[in-house]
């Protein structure tokens, strides 16, 4: 069980991840965790494995992208009381022990927010061109946001029920990453970063962003501050 | 004349929308109201719009103005894009709605 987390909401965003959705969630259930897989839109059986898994699915009718998902799993969290919320990536990147690592620094640093990174930890297999793209969009977001992060790509977090009730993400695609970031930012809120280990291995690689991904995050950024 | 009559009521068209525009995306309308209002004022008075594109090395006074005319086609793009975010906001707070209140629930929770 994790440790002193009574409440502890695990948000999974997952679009057409059967390969690996089951095992996923039944390794976060296994620890203890709440698990909500938000279903994106999924066009393969995503949902259904997710819930024979043991998670609560929320079915978004068409897909909108990872940002909407983990939105909407946040809101839903929320409503059913959650007091500390992780957001988890569904390919299986991610270690199940890392979360109650997150969930301990909330409340060792008194913070609202635990941000995993991967470079601060030891991370194998990681391709040199997946480092180089994720390092360009940590140098850009330190830019804009001010925020002293060292991945800002990670999908692992951990927030308190008052951290995540100042997340409100518009960016529903990619860009939320960023975007979750700025809301951080303006919250005033405290942070912390914490070591965690991502696997990276063909599926999840292939799931991954891509160097275009990265201008269509510049423009969608960009565009939102066009518009009120 | 009537070229005269016919763009500045086109001018004045965008402008109106440009203003309508301002309140929800102010960079976007204003940069289209100035737009306007500079290719209002080079119909009305061609030999100005010589005059300035000679000193701005574009040569022909009706070049500037379809220069003119191709910012604010660009800017009235740009706001249709925006629009068309807009929408898609409503849509997924629309679609998180359906999805939270038809959340299926693993036996236990139930």
């Known amino acids: 069980m994790p440790p002193n987390t009574p409440a502890a909401w695990v948000i999974v965003a997952a679009y057409n991840e059967a390969p690996v959705i089951g095992r996923v969630v039944a390794e976060l259930a296994g620890c203890g965790y709440r698990v909500v897989v938000v279903d994106d839109g999924s066009t393969d059986a995503t949902g259904a494995l997710a819930l024979t898994a043991g998670a609560a699915v929320l079915t978004h009718p068409v897909n909108l992208g990872q940002g909407a998902a983990l939105q909407t799993g946040i809101a839903f969290a929320l409503r059913r009381g959650a007091d500390t919320i992780v957001t988890f990536d569904a390919d299986g990147q991610h270690r199940a022990g890392d979360a109650a690592v997150l969930i301990t620094a909330l409340a060792a640093n008194s913070a609202d927010f635990a941000l995993g990174s991967r470079f601060l930890a030891a991370t194998p297999a990681m391709p040199a061109s997946r480092r180089l793209l994720l390092r360009a969009a940590t140098a850009f977001t330190r830019l804009t946001t001010g925020l002293h992060v060292t991945d800002t790509h990670n999908g692992l977090r951990a927030l308190t029920r008052r951290g995540a009730s100042r997340i409100a993400l518009r960016q529903n695609r990619m860009a939320h990453a960023s975007e979750i970031l700025h809301c951080i930012a303006r919250s005033g809120l405290a942070y912390v970063e914490v070591p965690v280990t991502v696997d990276y291995n063909a599926y999840s690689l292939a799931k991954g962003q891509r160097f275009s991904d990265s201008l269509r995050i510049l423009l969608d950024l960009s565009a939102h501050r066009l518009h009120r | ?110």
């Open chain 2, 1 to 110: 004349m009537i070229a005269q009559i016919g763009l500045s009521i086109l001018l004045g068209g965008i402008m109106a929308y440009a203003f309508s525009q301002y309140a929800k995306a102010p960079a976007i309308g204003f940069a289209a109201l100035a737009a306007a209002a500079a290719g209002l004022y080079f119909v009305w008075l061609p030999s100005h719009a010589t005059w300035l594109a000679e000193r701005a090395g574009i040569g022909r006074g009706v070049d500037l103005i379809i220069y003119v005319w191709v910012v604010i086609s660009l800017l009235v793009m740009l706001n249709l894009h925006l629009k068309l975010r807009a929408q898609t906001e409503l849509i997924t707070a629309l679609t998180r709605e359906i999805a939270i209140a038809n959340a299926r629930l693993p036996p236990e929770t139930k």
